[in-house]
């Protein structure tokens, strides 16, 4: 009997992560020399939501050219996923309805994370993610690999 090669994961990144990707601190390097996305050939998804949100942090803070630079090279070399999908808007639907019954108002999660977490739920991806709030979805509704910012204070 052969054993077959196994399947890569499909990962989908939260904006968190590319934060700490631009912010080049202690969490971007342990994603990174944890899971290799910029050199692996399986290259990890984000969301169309999240790369509104880093363009819109951006300006917030008044990055300067090179996290800019960063930005834009993330955002090349990453899959961005659209939303355009019946799929997607079902598993929103069912996402935004399973909050409404089931969190309490402290657990509330915002609308881009719903979109977030539907998209990782279509794609069967694994939700790489510093934020605790998609514990609700886990492992019901999607896989999330959660990494705890407190272990990387600088």
């Not at 009997?1 to 934060?19: C, E, G, H, K, R």
């Not at 910029?38 to 969301?47: A, E, L, T, Y």
């Not at 070399?77 to 019946?86: A, G, T």
């Not at 881009?112 to 790489?128: G, S």
């Amino acid at each position: 009997m052969v054993a077959s090669p196994q399947q890569p994961i499909n990962y989908l990144l939260d904006t968190n992560i590319l934060v700490a990707y631009i912010r080049a601190g202690k969490i971007g390097e342990h994603v990174e020399s944890k899971y290799h996305f910029r050199c692996s050939p399986n290259k990890p998804m984000i969301s169309i939501v999240s790369a509104g949100e880093i363009l819109s942090l951006a300006k917030k803070l008044n990055w300067g050219g090179g996290k800019q630079s960063l930005i834009k090279e993330l955002l090349e070399e990453f899959v961005i996923v659209d939303l355009n999908s019946p799929d997607i808007w079902g598993a929103y639907a069912e996402a935004d309805y399973f909050c409404e019954k089931e969190c309490k108002p402290a657990e509330k999660i915002g609308k881009n994370d719903l979109w977030i977490a539907a998209t990782a739920k279509v794609l069967r991806a694994t939700l790489l993610t510093t934020d605790k709030h998609f514990d609700k979805f886990h492992p019901q509704m999607l896989t999330r690999n959660y990494i705890n910012p407190e272990n990387f204070r600088e």
